[in-house]
């Protein structure tokens, strides 16, 4: 009787134990695991994220780019005129641009400096005069009431019509000196263009010196396309170099260059 009823006992011991196996699945180490970092609150991450983190630090405090800065100043302009600015300035190396703007209905000016450290655009500070704040140039921007009135801005000569002592600039370009009242010009044209180094009678080969080097950096740099016409000058013996064109109404002139050749790297940047 008492084996009987033993083993009736152990029957039911082992249904019961099977039922409970059948519930209840074997939790896998994976998934122990997981449940553990997320009961404490841990975050899995990359072991580089620290380092990309850093990197997203160092991107937020780095300066603007040219393109950035010149983006910011055109959204400064109030103004009805097309706004006119250039892609790239020459700046020396650790040096930041920025600016200061004055717009009207019918026209704008900007003056461009270059800083040592970061000064927003339109900051008083720029009114100081600092030995660490130069001026790079100016622009200045305006429309006119008819293309006509536009043009009369423009002094253009087809100077192989004008005539004088001919002068080979190389690249089969060919200049025009003319003389008077001690200075001395020679000038070519580039399509729409009229260009001109100026220099003085006792130095007549720093004109021709300057305006060789200007006709080949030309060659490989385009200057933007006038309509209808532009006109630069160049001085070899001083700082009196500026540039003006028209865009239809618009007449655009940039000038307090520092150097001829920032003034070409200026105006072959715009578009």
């Not at 019961?16 to 975050?43: F, M, N, R, W």
């Not at 003006?244 to 001829?260: L, P």
Request: with cysteine.
């Amino acid at each position: 009787m008492k084996k009987r009823v033993y083993g009736s006992l152990l029957i039911f011991l082992l249904v019961v134990l099977s039922a409970c196996s059948a519930d209840h699945e074997p939790v896998k180490e994976s998934q122990i695991d997981a449940e553990t970092s997320a009961d404490q609150g841990e975050v899995k991450t990359k072991p580089d994220d620290k380092t990309t983190g850093d990197k997203i630090e160092d991107r937020k405090a780095e300066p603007l780019t040219q393109q950035e800065v010149l983006s910011a100043i055109a959204d400064e302009l109030q103004t009805n005129v097309e706004k006119i600015l250039p892609n790239h300035l020459p700046l020396e190396k650790g040096q930041h641009l920025t600016a200061k703007t004055e717009s009207r209905q019918n026209e704008y000016f900007i003056d461009f400096y270059s800083t040592k450290d970061l000064i927003p655009i339109n900051n008083e500070i720029l009114k100081e005069e600092r030995p660490d704040i130069k001026k790079i140039a100016n622009l200045k921007v305006e429309i006119y009431s008819s293309e006509k009135e536009a043009d009369e801005t423009i002094e253009f000569e087809d100077y192989s019509k004008v005539g004088g002592q001919k002068v080979d600039l190389g690249f089969e370009i060919t200049g025009y000196q003319d003389a008077g009242v001690g200075n001395l010009w020679t000038s070519w044209n580039e399509g729409r263009w009229a260009l001109a180094t100026h220099t003085s009678i006792q130095q007549p080969e720093q004109g021709v010196d300057l305006a060789k080097q200007s006709v080949k950096y030309l060659e490989e740099h385009t200057l933007p396309i006038p309509k209808m016409y532009g006109l630069i000058r160049l001085d070899a013996t001083g700082d009196s170099h500026y540039a003006i064109w028209t865009k239809g109404r618009v007449v655009v002139e940039v000038t307090e260059v520092s150097s001829a050749q920032n003034l070409l790297e200026t105006i072959v940047s715009f578009e």
